[in-house]
Structures are given as structure tokens and as C-alpha cells.
């Protein structure tokens, strides 16, 4: 079992920042994959991106070199700092983790205003 737990979240500026973090119950060097996923109103849940245990980050088109997913297996958290937002990148953001099945977090929401 795995619990994740955002925050983060909140109204921003398009041009702004903002950085979530999720925190896991387990180590997060155990876990296979973790990231995070979004979903928009409306909309269908896509990846935003995803890190793998050995490191390796993925990230969507829409947001690659803009956002930035970082991991500290110490802290089990992973994070997600997300520069030049757009009113685009509004949606409910969800922590994603893969151990043996898909974890999910209750999600927070990230709103950019135009």
C-alpha cells in the first residue's frame, strides 16, 4: 500500500510558478514509477510526466521545459516545479505512483488566469 499526499496547489498568474510536492508513505526508491497526471474539466486524465526508479524523468510535449519533476528518496517526496504556467495547465493535478499496481493521490488544483 502506498498513500500519496499533494500540496501545492493554488491560483496563479499565466507567466507564474508554482511547485508541488507529493509526499509517499513508502520509499519512493522502491517504487517503480512516480509522477504526476492532470486533468482539465471535462477533459480525459493525462500524464504530465512520470520518473522512473532509476531516474529517468518523462514529460508530456505540452509541458517539456517548462516544468521540472525532481525526487528525494530521503525525503520520499517527489516534486514538480512548474514554470511559465498557462491558462492551459488548469486542471486537478494528481500524484501517480506504480508499485505492483497504480496509486493514486486525492489531487490539488492548480488554477492560471489569463
Known amino acids: 500500500q502506498v498513500q500519496l499526499v499533494e500540496s501545492g496547489g493554488g491560483l496563479v498568474q499565466a507567466g507564474g510558478s508554482l511547485r508541488l510536492s507529493c509526499a509517499a508513505s513508502?520509499?519512493?526508491?522502491?517504487?517503480?514509477?512516480i509522477g504526476w497526471y492532470r486533468q482539465a474539466p471535462g477533459k480525459q486524465r493525462d500524464m504530465v510526466t512520470l520518473?522512473?526508479?532509476?531516474?529517468?524523468?518523462t514529460y508530456a510535449d505540452s509541458v517539456r521545459g517548462r516544468f521540472t519533476i525532481s525526487r528525494d528518496n530521503n525525503k520520499n517526496t517527489v516534486d514538480l516545479q512548474m514554470n511559465s504556467l498557462k491558462p492551459e495547465d488548469t486542471a486537478v493535478y494528481y500524484c501517480?505512483?506504480?508499485?505492483?499496481?497504480?496509486?493514486w493521490g486525492q489531487g490539488t488544483q492548480v488554477t492560471v488566469s489569463s
Open positions: 513508502a520509499s519512493t526508491f522502491s517504487i517503480n514509477a
Open positions: 520518473i522512473t526508479s532509476s531516474g529517468t524523468p
Open positions: 501517480f505512483a506504480f508499485m505492483s499496481r497504480a496509486y
